[in-house]
């Protein structure tokens, strides 16, 4: 609960530097209209797109290859725990 409220405490100050510094809507205009701050020329359709789909793949990637990883340390350490059971002596008596 408490990694949770600091990281809406996070975001809601990163968003705070971002709207009183004025580089939340240069981002937003960059990101709907492709208008870099300074410059005279927008950047073109195509490579906002090619720009938003190399993004996409990166977080695709990134999502699969944890999951990958977690799936193969859990799985790791349940070998782990049936190899030690099996190690260990059975009970005689069962719980009543």
Same mark, same amino acid.
């Given at each position: 609960m408490r990694k949770f409220i600091i990281a809406i405490c996070l975001i809601g100050s990163a968003?705070?530097?971002l709207d009183s510094t004025g580089l939340f809507s240069w981002l937003f205009l960059f990101l709907m209209a492709g208008v870099i701050p300074g410059a005279k020329n927008p950047v073109s359709a195509t490579e906002m797109l090619v720009v938003f789909v190399c993004i996409a793949v990166a977080v695709v990637c990134t999502v699969t290859i944890s999951s990958i990883v977690h799936f193969i $340390?859990?799985?790791?350490?349940?070998?782990?725990?049936?190899?030690? +059971? +099996?190690?260990l002596?059975?009970?005689?008596? $069962?719980?009543?």
């Open positions: 968003l705070l530097i $340390s859990v799985d790791r350490l349940a070998r782990k725990y049936m190899f030690t +059971k +099996k190690g002596p059975r009970r005689r008596y $069962s719980r009543a």
